[in-house]
């Protein structure tokens, strides 16, 4: 459907800073097309003006002058052939796209234990046996039982951790579910409450 007069979002060209909206868009684009060095310097003093108007709480803003001038020259896509009354050049930076960061890559075969549990399942293979290594088990125990509890909506089986942390330090440590005692009643009582709170 082509109606004539209708002017949709997707067929307008792209908005460079959106915050200023279309018509500042294209008053800059007026500007940049004059003939003159003194008509484009007055537009653009104009359009300046305008913009602080738009944004007088920018007023507060130390430099508030200095970011009015850079983004006009960013709008412009720097083609814009004034004498600006404030250096530009640190826009150029401004305007540039940072490169994308690359998402970690953990290769976690269960991730409802987290990475940094998977980091004391290796400290845990290294240590010697005694009571610094005892007390590391029993710490790394009650975390993952926590981060089962979590999962799981409040269902976890002490058998399972024990499986588990068994299995992931290649047979380092043994717990007995039996005898041994998982300290984890804080995180029960929030998932009961939420829970009777249904």
């Known amino acids: 459907m082509n109606i004539e007069g209708l002017d949709y979002n997707t067929q307008r060209t792209h908005l ?39 944004f007088p709480q920018t007023k507060e803003g130390v430099d508030y002058k200095q970011k009015l001038w850079d983004h006009l020259a960013i709008i412009s896509d720097f083609k814009l052939d004034i004498d600006y009354p404030v250096d530009i050049s640190e826009a150029k930076k401004i305007s540039q796209k940072p490169e994308p960061l690359d998402y970690p890559k953990q290769k976690n075969p269960i991730k409802h234990y987290g990475s940094m549990v998977f980091e004391l399942f290796d400290q845990l293979k290294k240590m010697p046996p005694g009571s610094q290594r005892d007390e590391l088990a029993r710490l790394t125990a009650n975390q993952m039982k926590r ?22 330090t290649d047979g380092a440590i043994q717990l007995d579910p039996n005898t041994f005692r998982f300290n984890i009643g804080s995180m029960r009582d929030p998932i009961e409450k939420r829970r009777k709170k249904k």
Not at 37 to 44: G, L, S
Not at 149 to 165: F, N, P, R, T
């Open 16 to 54: 460079v800073l959106p915050e200023y909206g279309r018509e500042v868009q294209k008053m800059v684009d007026y500007a940049v097309s004059l003939p003159t060095k003194a008509e484009r310097q007055r537009c653009a003093e104009t359009i300046v003006s305008i913009m602080e108007r738009m």
């Open 147 to 168: 981060n089962l509890i979590q999962w799981s909506h409040g269902s976890s089986e002490d058998e399972k951790v024990a499986d588990d942390l068994a299995k992931f």
